[in-house]
Each structure stands twice: as structure tokens, then as C-alpha cells.
């Protein structure tokens, strides 16, 4: 506060000092010309129009003086309020909350204009942003997410009667997958029931329906977890022609799938086989009315040669881990990565030796759509 007061009276004692000096100028003109009067035998008038002369030109450099040193300190003090506001409002949520919606998201781009300085890039940061301001309802983020996928060349016994497995025509697939997801919302409709839904696509169309969410088909949408179950069209039509008991014991005894929500193991309820995919619906005894849930899929399946294994990150997602195992002798691997984290994508992110991929990126929140890809193909 003193230092506030100290620019309010510097302001206030700015023009009193300014006709202080011209006063004093004035009275030494008058002193000198006196003098040269006195001394050369200037007349009365030749004194005056002289004094006045010089008194333009004085009253002149002071105005200007006051002008500018005004201008330059109001300024001054212009910049540095808007900065202690602009700091007040940043530290302290509160106050913003009572501006209006409009005004807090003006503020935010002026905020991100200040620091980003290309305007492409600003549309960019603000576009991807829309989502968090204008659909807080489908909003949610991951906290953890840690995806551990292990490939064998050998299909368990059970396998034996589907269609293309003892024609060597698939490697084996073992997934465990835990993450914790927080909807910004307060709750979501596919984990808003006691029932959970997980699916399997056919082919990579109703995947990415899946994955984004579209309206393509309502099932996989309401899947909390999709995968591309990549098998051959002999094998889908197997199972289309099982009955729906048949098609359950099928996919339990294959698929041997394991979904807990909140530390709560679901029961396998029903499995539909659909255009795209199969779904599979389990009761799950948890709190649905919670806003954060931790989720943990385990599963085994087939899945063809000389395929691709795609892990996306659909949400924003801190401190992605992601572990590959394979079997460098008996496949080749090769990974893609398309994480958002520039260098870091293929740089100092992961480590790949002896049959093992492992991608961790720390302290980071990674945004979608983010991911890797790994091309599988069988050796010789």
C-alpha cells in the first residue's frame, strides 16, 4: 500500500513542480534582462517582447515535459495494475467464478495469446479445448494407465476346434489392462449402471466407432473398452452360428476375460455377436454414482499373422505405461509410435531389447488421439 501512495502523490505533485520551475524560469529571464538593460540600454519594450519570447519557448519544453513524463508514468502505472490483476485473477479461481462464461474463456485465450505467439497454433490449443468447455458431460480423464500385452506363438488346447488355429494361422494374446478414469462431469453413462460393457470389433470401422464414440453402432459406444479381435471370416461365421448359451460358454471358456470396477469382479451376463463385433455385458456390484473409477480388464485371444496391434489413448492420460512381449524368435516386431510428445515419441521414451517393449512416459500428460502401433509378423 505505501508504494501505491507514493505513485498516487508523485502523480498528484507532478503539475505543482512543473509551474514551480517555470516560475523560476521565468524570474531568472527577467534577472537577466534586467541586467542587459541596465548594462546596454535596452528599452522597455525590446525587455518584454524578449522576455515573452523566450517565455514561449520555455513554457513550451515544460508542457512537452509534463506531457510525456505523465504519459510514461500513467503507463507505467497502467501496466503494472493490469499485472497484479491479471495475477489476483489467476491465483485465485474464486473471482473468476463471477464472470460469465464468455469472459472467462476470452481471458484464457488472451493468456494463451501471450505466450503462443503463432495464431495457427492458438486456434489449435483453443479447438481442442472446446470439448472441456462446451461438453463438460462427455469429458473425462485418465490418471494411470498401465497396458501390459504378451504374445505366444501357441493357441491353448481349448482352441482347437476354432476355425484356422490348428492351421497355425494365429499367435496368442495376452492382455492386462488397469487405468483410473475421472469424469469431469461427475458420472458417465457407460459406467453408470451395474451392467459394463467390453467389445471386440471385427474389423477396424467398428473399432474406431468404438473408440470415438459414434453413433455407428450404440453397442460398441457403450463399450468401456474396445479391441480389434482380428480373425479369419471362417471363425466369425463360427460364431455367429452358435446359440446364445453356446456363444457365452464359448467366449468364456476362449476369451477367458476378467473385468473388475472399483476392486469389484464382474459376472459374465450375455455375449452378442453383432455386424461389427461381439459384445460382452457383465453385472458388476459397485458405486455408480462415483465420479472416479478404477478399471482392470484381463483377457486372452487369437489373432492373425502379419497383423497390426494398435494401443490408443482416447482420453488425456498422465504417465502412460505400455509393455510389449513377445518372442523375438519365432516374430518380428516392429513399433510405430504416435504418442504427441515429439522427440519423445521414439526418443528416450522406450526401451525395446530381448523380445520387450517398454514405453513409459513420466510426469506427462499425453492427449488424444495418442498411441502406438506394432506390426506382428510371423518369422520364416
Known sequence: MKKDDQKRTSRISTIPATVILILTALLLVFVGYMYLTLKNGYTFDEL????????IGVLAAFLLFDILYNKLTQDGYARETSQQITKTLMGDPEILDAFSEEDKQAFLVSTIQSIVKDEDAVDMMVGNMDKYFHNMKLA??????????????????????????KEDMY???????????????GSDVNLSTNEVKIGFSFDKRSLDAGLMESDKDQEFSKC???????????????????????LKHVFDNLFTAVLKVDGQQGILDRVDVRDGGI???YKVNYETNRSEHSIRVIFHMPKLWDSIFEVTLVDPTK???????????KMDVTMFSYLNKG??????????????YDIAIKGEWIYPKSGIVFSVKKKG
Request: avoid cysteine; charge should be negative; glycine fraction near 6%.
Open 224 to 246: 468401456i473398452f474396445n479391441e480389434n479381435l482380428d480373425i479369419t471370416k471362417e471363425a466369425v461365421d463360427y460364431l455367429r452360428t452358435l446359440s446364445e448359451d453356446r
Open 48 to 55: 518584454v517582447g524578449n522576455i515573452v519570447g523566450n517565455l
Open 343 to 356: 522427440d519423445e515419441s521414439n526418443e528416450g521414451a522406450y526401451e525395446q531389447q530381448n523380445g520387450l
Open 140 to 165: 473425462r480423464i485418465r490418471k494411470s494407465f498401465h497396458y501390459t500385452i504378451t504374445l505366444t506363438t501357441e493357441l491353448p488346447v481349448e482352441y482347437d476346434e476354432f476355425p484356422g488355429a
Open 279 to 281: 459384445v460382452a455385458t
Open 319 to 329: 504417465e502412460p505405461k505400455i509393455t510389449f512381449d513377445y518372442m523375438p524368435g
Open 171 to 185: 499367435f496368442y494374446v495376452q492382455e492386462n489392462l488397469n487405468y483410473e478414469v475421472k469424469y469431469l462431469s
